[in-house]
Protein backbone atom coordinates (compact mmCIF):
# COMPACT_ATOMS: atom_id res chain seq x y z
CA UNK A 1 0.00 0.00 0.00
CA UNK A 2 1.44 3.25 -0.81
CA UNK A 3 2.10 5.73 2.24
CA UNK A 4 1.05 9.14 2.71
CA UNK A 5 4.08 10.83 1.19
CA UNK A 6 3.53 8.64 -1.92
CA UNK A 7 4.35 10.90 -4.89
CA UNK A 8 6.33 9.79 -7.20
CA UNK A 9 4.62 8.95 -10.72
CA UNK A 10 5.81 5.86 -12.59
CA UNK A 11 5.23 5.70 -16.13
CA UNK A 12 5.53 2.11 -18.28
CA UNK A 13 5.99 1.80 -21.88
CA UNK A 14 4.89 -1.32 -23.95
CA UNK A 15 3.64 -0.50 -27.02
CA UNK A 16 6.57 -2.04 -29.83
CA UNK A 17 9.66 -3.29 -29.22
CA UNK A 18 10.42 -1.36 -26.15
CA UNK A 19 10.31 -2.00 -22.98
CA UNK A 20 10.62 0.67 -20.68
CA UNK A 21 9.68 2.79 -17.25
CA UNK A 22 10.57 6.04 -15.75
CA UNK A 23 9.81 7.50 -12.17
CA UNK A 24 9.74 11.62 -11.62
CA UNK A 25 9.02 12.99 -9.07
CA UNK A 26 6.18 15.35 -8.17
CA UNK A 27 7.61 18.47 -9.69
CA UNK A 28 8.06 16.38 -12.50
CA UNK A 29 12.29 15.95 -12.29
CA UNK A 30 13.38 12.93 -13.62
CA UNK A 31 14.33 10.16 -10.94
CA UNK A 32 15.21 7.33 -13.16
CA UNK A 33 14.51 6.21 -17.01
CA UNK A 34 14.81 2.37 -18.53
CA UNK A 35 14.47 1.57 -21.82
CA UNK A 36 15.52 -2.23 -22.92
CA UNK A 37 14.96 -2.24 -26.75
CA UNK A 38 14.49 -5.42 -28.13
CA UNK A 39 16.05 -4.49 -31.75
CA UNK A 40 18.43 -7.65 -31.79
CA UNK A 41 15.69 -10.04 -31.31
CA UNK A 42 13.77 -8.38 -34.58
CA UNK A 43 17.21 -7.44 -36.39
CA UNK A 44 17.13 -10.87 -38.74
CA UNK A 45 13.26 -10.72 -39.26
CA UNK A 46 13.77 -6.88 -41.21
CA UNK A 47 11.12 -5.68 -39.25
CA UNK A 48 9.30 -6.31 -35.32
CA UNK A 49 7.45 -9.23 -35.12
CA UNK A 50 4.18 -9.00 -32.77
CA UNK A 51 4.87 -12.33 -31.37
CA UNK A 52 8.06 -12.43 -30.15
CA UNK A 53 7.86 -8.65 -28.79
CA UNK A 54 4.36 -9.78 -26.61
CA UNK A 55 6.85 -12.42 -25.49
CA UNK A 56 10.22 -10.45 -24.43
CA UNK A 57 7.88 -7.37 -22.58
CA UNK A 58 6.55 -10.31 -20.25
CA UNK A 59 10.22 -11.04 -19.76
CA UNK A 60 11.60 -7.86 -18.92
CA UNK A 61 8.78 -5.96 -17.52
CA UNK A 62 9.50 -6.69 -14.34
CA UNK A 63 13.62 -6.62 -14.28
CA UNK A 64 13.24 -2.79 -16.07
CA UNK A 65 10.90 -1.41 -13.39
CA UNK A 66 12.94 -3.24 -10.61
CA UNK A 67 16.04 -1.40 -12.32
CA UNK A 68 14.14 1.74 -12.50
CA UNK A 69 13.43 1.81 -8.36
CA UNK A 70 17.21 0.40 -7.96
CA UNK A 71 18.69 3.46 -10.40
CA UNK A 72 16.14 6.23 -8.50
CA UNK A 73 16.91 4.72 -5.34
CA UNK A 74 12.82 4.86 -4.54
CA UNK A 75 10.65 1.95 -3.41
CA UNK A 76 7.07 1.08 -5.13
CA UNK A 77 5.32 2.57 -2.09
CA UNK A 78 6.22 5.95 -2.69
CA UNK A 79 4.38 6.10 -5.90
CA UNK A 80 1.31 8.05 -6.38
CA UNK A 81 0.10 7.35 -9.69
CA UNK A 82 0.66 5.17 -12.82
CA UNK A 83 0.98 6.45 -16.27
CA UNK A 84 0.73 3.50 -18.80
CA UNK A 85 0.27 3.62 -22.80
CA UNK A 86 -2.73 2.09 -23.59
CA UNK A 87 -3.12 2.86 -27.27
CA UNK A 88 -2.35 2.80 -30.07
CA UNK A 89 0.28 0.32 -30.84
CA UNK A 90 0.99 -3.96 -30.74
CA UNK A 91 -1.84 -5.14 -29.18
CA UNK A 92 0.06 -8.00 -27.29
CA UNK A 93 2.75 -5.67 -26.71
CA UNK A 94 0.20 -3.25 -25.11
CA UNK A 95 -1.12 -6.08 -22.59
CA UNK A 96 1.83 -6.45 -20.91
CA UNK A 97 2.26 -2.83 -19.83
CA UNK A 98 -1.26 -2.31 -19.37
CA UNK A 99 -1.21 -5.70 -17.13
CA UNK A 100 1.61 -4.81 -15.29
CA UNK A 101 0.48 -1.27 -14.54
CA UNK A 102 -3.06 -2.74 -12.83
CA UNK A 103 -1.43 -4.95 -11.19
CA UNK A 104 0.72 -2.78 -9.42
CA UNK A 105 -1.77 -0.02 -9.05
CA UNK A 106 -4.21 -2.94 -7.27
CA UNK A 107 -1.63 -3.69 -5.07
CA UNK A 108 -0.17 -0.37 -3.67
CA UNK A 109 -3.83 1.15 -4.27
CA UNK A 110 -2.89 4.40 -6.07
CA UNK A 111 -4.60 5.75 -9.70
CA UNK A 112 -3.94 4.57 -13.33
CA UNK A 113 -3.26 7.07 -15.88
CA UNK A 114 -4.07 6.27 -19.28
CA UNK A 115 -1.76 7.66 -22.10
CA UNK A 116 -2.12 7.93 -25.60
CA UNK A 117 1.23 6.81 -27.07
CA UNK A 118 1.01 9.62 -29.89
CA UNK A 119 0.10 12.12 -27.08
CA UNK A 120 2.99 11.12 -25.53
CA UNK A 121 5.18 11.83 -28.50
CA UNK A 122 3.74 15.21 -29.05
CA UNK A 123 4.07 15.83 -25.15
CA UNK A 124 7.98 14.83 -25.23
CA UNK A 125 8.71 18.05 -27.46
CA UNK A 126 7.68 20.05 -24.56
CA UNK A 127 9.03 18.21 -21.76
CA UNK A 128 11.11 20.32 -19.85
CA UNK A 129 10.63 23.59 -21.57
CA UNK A 130 10.25 26.75 -19.28
CA UNK A 131 8.33 28.67 -21.73
CA UNK A 132 6.89 26.43 -24.35
CA UNK A 133 5.11 28.75 -27.03
CA UNK A 134 1.23 27.84 -28.18
CA UNK A 135 -0.37 27.61 -30.79
CA UNK A 136 2.33 25.15 -31.86
CA UNK A 137 2.21 23.15 -35.24
CA UNK A 138 4.16 19.83 -34.21
CA UNK A 139 5.04 16.43 -36.29
CA UNK A 140 4.93 13.32 -34.50
CA UNK A 141 7.34 11.26 -37.11
CA UNK A 142 7.94 7.69 -36.00
CA UNK A 143 7.78 4.04 -37.29
CA UNK A 144 4.55 3.94 -37.06
CA UNK A 145 3.05 7.74 -37.39
CA UNK A 146 3.35 10.55 -39.48
CA UNK A 147 1.46 12.73 -37.88
CA UNK A 148 0.42 16.81 -37.81
CA UNK A 149 -0.98 18.11 -34.84
CA UNK A 150 -2.42 21.72 -33.72
CA UNK A 151 -1.13 21.89 -30.24
CA UNK A 152 -2.53 24.40 -27.65
CA UNK A 153 -1.46 22.83 -24.57
CA UNK A 154 1.35 19.95 -23.50
CA UNK A 155 -1.70 17.90 -22.72
CA UNK A 156 -4.29 19.47 -25.60
CA UNK A 157 -3.70 18.49 -29.82
CA UNK A 158 -5.95 18.24 -32.39
CA UNK A 159 -5.20 16.19 -34.88
CA UNK A 160 -4.82 18.34 -38.72
CA UNK A 161 -2.84 15.43 -41.04
CA UNK A 162 -1.66 12.04 -41.19
CA UNK A 163 0.16 9.83 -43.83
CA UNK A 164 -1.83 7.96 -46.48
CA UNK A 165 0.26 4.99 -46.57
CA UNK A 166 4.19 4.66 -45.25
CA UNK A 167 5.40 6.52 -41.91
CA UNK A 168 8.17 8.38 -42.36
CA UNK A 169 10.30 6.25 -40.22
CA UNK A 170 8.59 2.91 -41.64
CA UNK A 171 10.03 4.92 -45.45
CA UNK A 172 13.52 5.06 -43.93
CA UNK A 173 13.60 1.36 -42.79
CA UNK A 174 12.47 -0.06 -46.06
CA UNK A 175 14.71 1.95 -47.98
CA UNK A 176 17.59 1.11 -45.67
CA UNK A 177 16.44 -2.96 -46.34
CA UNK A 178 16.39 -2.13 -50.40
CA UNK A 179 20.37 -0.93 -49.35
CA UNK A 180 20.31 -3.85 -47.63
CA UNK A 181 21.80 -1.88 -44.64
CA UNK A 182 20.41 -3.98 -42.25
CA UNK A 183 17.12 -2.94 -39.16
CA UNK A 184 16.44 -0.42 -38.06
CA UNK A 185 17.06 1.75 -40.75
CA UNK A 186 16.52 5.14 -39.78
CA UNK A 187 19.74 5.77 -37.68
CA UNK A 188 21.72 3.69 -40.36
CA UNK A 189 20.42 5.84 -42.96
CA UNK A 190 21.35 9.02 -41.32
CA UNK A 191 24.39 7.78 -40.76
CA UNK A 192 25.21 7.30 -44.18
CA UNK A 193 23.90 10.57 -45.48
CA UNK A 194 26.14 12.25 -43.42
CA UNK A 195 28.91 11.56 -46.02
CA UNK A 196 26.68 11.59 -48.80
CA UNK A 197 25.87 14.06 -52.05
CA UNK A 198 21.50 15.06 -50.80
CA UNK A 199 21.57 16.57 -54.60
CA UNK A 200 22.85 13.90 -56.91
CA UNK A 201 19.45 12.06 -57.54
CA UNK A 202 15.86 13.47 -57.02
CA UNK A 203 13.85 11.42 -55.58
CA UNK A 204 9.68 12.69 -56.05
CA UNK A 205 8.56 14.68 -53.23
CA UNK A 206 5.01 13.70 -52.83
CA UNK A 207 2.70 16.66 -51.75
CA UNK A 208 -0.92 15.12 -52.38
CA UNK A 209 -3.39 18.36 -53.15
CA UNK A 210 -1.97 22.32 -53.15
CA UNK A 211 -3.75 22.52 -49.19
CA UNK A 212 -3.20 18.95 -47.98
CA UNK A 213 -1.85 18.55 -44.58
CA UNK A 214 -1.47 14.81 -45.09
CA UNK A 215 1.71 12.86 -46.39
CA UNK A 216 2.46 9.96 -48.56
CA UNK A 217 5.74 8.65 -48.67
CA UNK A 218 5.37 5.32 -51.12
CA UNK A 219 6.21 7.19 -54.24
CA UNK A 220 9.57 7.79 -52.52
CA UNK A 221 10.36 4.19 -51.32
CA UNK A 222 9.32 3.00 -54.53
CA UNK A 223 11.56 5.30 -56.31
CA UNK A 224 14.50 4.26 -54.40
CA UNK A 225 13.36 0.28 -55.08
CA UNK A 226 13.63 1.45 -59.28
CA UNK A 227 16.48 3.14 -58.86
CA UNK A 228 18.34 0.24 -57.48
CA UNK A 229 16.72 -2.63 -58.70
CA UNK A 230 15.70 -1.71 -62.40
CA UNK A 231 11.50 -0.73 -63.76
CA UNK A 232 10.43 -4.55 -62.55
CA UNK A 233 12.42 -4.18 -58.69
CA UNK A 234 13.89 -7.56 -59.43
CA UNK A 235 16.98 -6.76 -60.95
CA UNK A 236 20.51 -6.48 -58.83
CA UNK A 237 22.69 -4.00 -59.25
CA UNK A 238 25.59 -3.29 -57.29
CA UNK A 239 25.76 0.03 -56.04
CA UNK A 240 29.03 1.24 -55.09
CA UNK A 241 29.72 2.53 -51.39
CA UNK A 242 29.45 6.47 -52.63
CA UNK A 243 26.09 5.48 -54.79
CA UNK A 244 24.64 4.33 -51.22
CA UNK A 245 25.86 7.25 -49.70
CA UNK A 246 24.34 9.42 -52.35
CA UNK A 247 20.98 7.67 -52.17
CA UNK A 248 20.57 8.35 -48.79
CA UNK A 249 21.35 11.55 -48.42
CA UNK A 250 19.17 11.53 -51.71
CA UNK A 251 16.28 10.16 -49.61
CA UNK A 252 16.53 11.46 -46.22
CA UNK A 253 16.86 14.92 -48.01
CA UNK A 254 13.64 14.28 -50.22
CA UNK A 255 11.71 13.00 -46.66
CA UNK A 256 12.48 15.97 -44.67
CA UNK A 257 11.30 18.38 -47.46
CA UNK A 258 8.19 17.04 -47.77
CA UNK A 259 8.01 16.93 -43.73
CA UNK A 260 8.78 20.32 -43.47
CA UNK A 261 6.81 21.69 -46.22
CA UNK A 262 3.94 20.23 -44.42
CA UNK A 263 4.53 21.28 -41.18
CA UNK A 264 5.33 24.76 -42.19
CA UNK A 265 2.10 24.51 -44.04
CA UNK A 266 0.76 24.09 -41.19
CA UNK A 267 2.57 26.27 -38.65
CA UNK A 268 1.08 29.26 -41.73
CA UNK A 269 -2.59 28.09 -41.37
CA UNK A 270 -3.26 27.91 -37.43
CA UNK A 271 -0.46 31.88 -36.74
CA UNK A 272 1.76 29.04 -34.80
CA UNK A 273 4.07 30.74 -32.37
CA UNK A 274 6.36 28.14 -32.43
CA UNK A 275 6.90 24.54 -34.37
CA UNK A 276 7.47 21.28 -32.77
CA UNK A 277 8.88 17.77 -33.37
CA UNK A 278 8.84 14.28 -32.21
CA UNK A 279 8.88 10.66 -32.57
CA UNK A 280 11.56 8.53 -33.75
CA UNK A 281 12.68 10.20 -37.01
CA UNK A 282 12.91 13.35 -34.81
CA UNK A 283 16.35 11.80 -33.77
CA UNK A 284 17.58 12.30 -37.78
CA UNK A 285 20.02 15.56 -37.83
CA UNK A 286 19.04 16.60 -40.86
CA UNK A 287 15.18 16.66 -39.98
CA UNK A 288 16.24 18.74 -36.91
CA UNK A 289 18.67 20.98 -38.83
CA UNK A 290 15.88 21.68 -40.92
CA UNK A 291 13.61 22.03 -38.22
CA UNK A 292 15.62 24.53 -36.77
CA UNK A 293 15.82 26.76 -40.05
CA UNK A 294 12.43 26.42 -40.68
CA UNK A 295 11.67 27.96 -36.93
CA UNK A 296 14.42 30.91 -37.73
CA UNK A 297 13.29 31.45 -40.97
CA UNK A 298 9.54 32.45 -40.18
CA UNK A 299 10.75 33.70 -36.51
CA UNK A 300 9.22 30.78 -34.65
CA UNK A 301 10.07 29.18 -31.20
CA UNK A 302 11.23 25.39 -31.81
CA UNK A 303 10.46 22.74 -29.51
CA UNK A 304 12.26 19.62 -30.49
CA UNK A 305 12.03 16.50 -28.27
CA UNK A 306 15.55 15.97 -26.63
CA UNK A 307 17.18 13.16 -28.73
CA UNK A 308 16.57 10.56 -25.95
CA UNK A 309 12.97 11.44 -26.02
CA UNK A 310 12.70 10.88 -29.76
CA UNK A 311 12.29 6.68 -30.06
CA UNK A 312 9.88 4.66 -27.43
CA UNK A 313 10.52 5.61 -23.76
CA UNK A 314 8.74 5.91 -20.55
CA UNK A 315 9.60 9.84 -19.65
CA UNK A 316 7.12 10.88 -22.30
CA UNK A 317 4.51 8.71 -20.49
CA UNK A 318 5.24 9.97 -16.69
CA UNK A 319 5.51 13.08 -18.06
CA UNK A 320 2.58 13.10 -19.83
CA UNK A 321 0.95 11.19 -17.12
CA UNK A 322 1.77 13.45 -14.65
CA UNK A 323 0.12 16.38 -16.16
CA UNK A 324 -3.29 14.45 -16.84
CA UNK A 325 -3.45 13.47 -13.50
CA UNK A 326 -3.74 16.73 -12.52
CA UNK A 327 -6.11 17.49 -14.83
CA UNK A 328 -7.80 14.39 -12.88
CA UNK A 329 -7.80 12.25 -15.65
CA UNK A 330 -7.65 8.51 -13.82
CA UNK A 331 -8.09 4.91 -15.31
CA UNK A 332 -9.97 2.13 -13.07
CA UNK A 333 -9.03 -1.43 -12.91
CA UNK A 334 -11.30 -2.30 -16.37
CA UNK A 335 -8.82 -0.28 -18.29
CA UNK A 336 -8.39 -1.67 -21.89
CA UNK A 337 -5.43 -1.84 -24.32
CA UNK A 338 -6.15 -1.18 -28.05
CA UNK A 339 -4.13 -2.13 -30.89
CA UNK A 340 -5.89 1.40 -32.87
CA UNK A 341 -6.58 4.63 -31.23
CA UNK A 342 -10.27 4.29 -31.42
CA UNK A 343 -11.32 4.93 -28.45
CA UNK A 344 -10.87 8.82 -27.71
CA UNK A 345 -7.51 10.00 -26.43
CA UNK A 346 -7.26 10.39 -22.84
CA UNK A 347 -5.32 13.46 -23.73
O1 LIG B 1 9.11 6.44 -32.02
P1 LIG B 1 9.74 5.15 -32.37
O2 LIG B 1 10.84 4.61 -31.45
O3 LIG B 1 8.70 3.99 -32.48
C1 LIG B 1 7.39 4.18 -32.98
O4 LIG B 1 6.53 4.70 -32.23
O5 LIG B 1 7.23 3.82 -34.18
O6 LIG B 1 10.32 5.30 -33.87
C2 LIG B 1 11.09 4.32 -34.50
C3 LIG B 1 11.35 4.76 -35.93
C4 LIG B 1 12.01 3.70 -36.79
O7 LIG B 1 11.34 3.64 -38.03
C5 LIG B 1 13.44 4.22 -36.97
O8 LIG B 1 14.05 3.81 -38.18
C6 LIG B 1 13.21 5.71 -36.94
O9 LIG B 1 12.23 5.90 -35.94
N1 LIG B 1 14.44 6.43 -36.59
C7 LIG B 1 15.07 7.30 -37.42
C8 LIG B 1 16.26 7.71 -36.76
N2 LIG B 1 16.29 7.10 -35.53
C9 LIG B 1 15.17 6.32 -35.44
N3 LIG B 1 14.75 7.72 -38.66
C10 LIG B 1 15.60 8.60 -39.26
N4 LIG B 1 16.75 9.02 -38.69
C11 LIG B 1 17.12 8.62 -37.46
N5 LIG B 1 18.25 9.05 -36.90
ZN1 LIG C 1 6.67 5.72 -30.67
Redesign the pocket.
Same mark, same amino acid.
Given at each position: MAGAGATLVLGIES /?? !? %?TAAALLAADGALLASVVRSQVELHKSFGGVVPEIAGRSHVEHMLPVLEETFARAGRKPAEVGAIAVTVQP =?LIGSLLVGVSTAKAMALALDVPLVPVD @? &?AA @?VYSCFHGVAQPQFPSACLV? /?? =? @?STLFEVSSPTRHVKRGETIDD?? =? %?A? !?KV?AILGLGY????I &?? #?LAAGGDAGRFRFPRSLLAKESLDFSFSGIKTAVLYHCRGQDGRGRRQLDEREVKDVCASF?EAVVDVLMTKLGRLADRIGARSIAVG =?????? #?R?RERAAELAEKNGLALHLAAREL???NAVMVAGLGRLLFAEGVRGGLDLDACARAIAPPPA
Open positions: /SC !D %E =G @H &V @HA /SG =G @HAA =G %EF !DAPGGP &VD #RQ =GGVAAN #RLTTD
